[in-house]
């Protein structure tokens, strides 16, 4: 049975692009595996908390340090048991959701996610695919802004570090140009999530 982890951020909720991709995507990775497990954490709707000093103790004593600790568990155990983690990621400001990085915050441990060796940092999540949906209103994969792009960049090094490696980013951009600029944009998106779902779910 394969193991889907869904991870979207967008605040926006049923407006959101992200969102609409994301799911479509999971509908497409559903036609190869019906039996698929689906695991939903949406922190755009349900944001997790920011890193406090609960966060950070070595053990956990306190009501709050272990239910920080359990959150952070959480966090981890789902990405652990994913074979396939879609994440839905808007562009804020230049970068993503503060929710998203929140995730990662929680997500990035060392000695569980991630380790150091004498051969430098090694990601410990191996073996597993990920599909990135980026949402943007302006244009960053090409053009002026390019170099203000601190999204898929980030991403990539987040996920990296960790270990997950076998990404594909899927880029719904200009949707701020115009009406015509956005429904283009969202309609090729569309069709680059049935593309990458299916080959994503054949490796
Ligand atoms: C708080 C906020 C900040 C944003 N910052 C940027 C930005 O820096 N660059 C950009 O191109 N679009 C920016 N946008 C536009 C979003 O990236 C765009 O609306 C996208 O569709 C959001 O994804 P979603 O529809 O999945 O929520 C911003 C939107 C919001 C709500």
Redesign the pocket.
């Known amino acids: 049975m394969t193991n889907i982890l869904v991870v979207n951020s967008?605040?926006?909720g049923p407006?959101?692009?992200?969102?609409a991709l994301v799911d479509s995507t999971v509908e497409k990775l559903k036609v190869s595996s019906p039996d698929a497990k689906i695991v939903v954490r949406d922190v755009g709707a349900s944001p997790i908390p920011h890193m406090t000093a609960d966060n950070v103790v070595p053990e956990p004593e306190t009501e709050g340090q272990k239910a920080a600790r359990k959150l952070s568990d959480d966090v981890i155990g789902e990405v652990q048991d994913a074979d396939i983690i879609v994440i839905?990621a808007?562009?804020?400001?230049?970068g993503i959701p503060s929710t998203l990085k929140a995730w990662f915050d929680h997500l990035l441990r060392a000695g569980v996610t991630f380790r150091y060796t004498e051969a430098g940092p090694e990601g410990l999540l191996k073996g597993k695919r990920a599909i990135v949906v980026l949402?943007?209103?302006?244009l960053?994969s090409e053009g002026p802004l390019q170099v203000l792009d601190a999204q898929e960049p980030h991403l990539n090094a987040l996920l990296g570090f960790v270990g997950i490696t076998d990404v594909t980013y899927v880029r719904?951009e200009k949707?701020?140009f115009s009406p015509e600029d956005r429904e283009a944009s969202i309609a090729n998106a569309q069709t680059e999530v049935h593309a990458v779902a299916s080959k994503v779910a054949a490796a």
Not at 15 to 19: E, L, N, P, R
Not at 135 to 138: A, D, I, T
């Open positions: 967008s605040a926006l407006h959101s692009v992200s969102k839905g808007p562009m804020y400001n230049f949402s943007r209103g302006g960053y719904a949707l701020a």
